[in-house]
Nanobody, 119 residues
């Protein structure tokens, strides 16, 4: 199973970006999918999660500005980021809890995509 994230880039403060992360491989089903981020010199922090049942959770720092969604048919999770701030600058990583076709469950990470917000 592989996760491929895309959509990062450079944006001015107040702008928007949309990240995508597609899972591929021997996938039977995906439970939770989400996003984390790691700013320079800081630890990785959780951003948002979407469950297979459709519920979502957000870190307080992004609540009201970011929206997580997913397309289960495409095994893809999105992160719409609005009203971006310089503090949102980080490498964004997607993660997924995947049940494979062998019925084993494991946690996977994608390679990060860099988001830079200029002031």
């Amino acid at each position: 199973v592989q996760l491929q994230a895309s959509g990062g880039g450079l944006v001015q403060a107040g702008g928007s970006l949309r990240l995508s992360c597609a899972a591929s491989g021997s996938i039977f089903s995906i439970n939770e999918m989400g996003w984390y981020r790691q700013a320079p010199g800081k630890q990785r922090e959780w951003v948002a999660t979407s469950t297979s049942g459709g519920s979502t959770r957000y870190a307080d720092s992004v609540k009201g500005r970011f929206t997580i969604s997913r397309d289960n048919a495409k095994n893809t999770v999105y992160l719409q980021m609005n009203s971006l701030k310089p503090d949102d600058t980080a490498v964004y990583y997607c993660d997924a809890e995947v049940r494979s076709t062998s019925r084993s469950t494991a946690h996977y990470w994608g390679k990060g995509t860099l988001v830079t917000v200029s002031s």
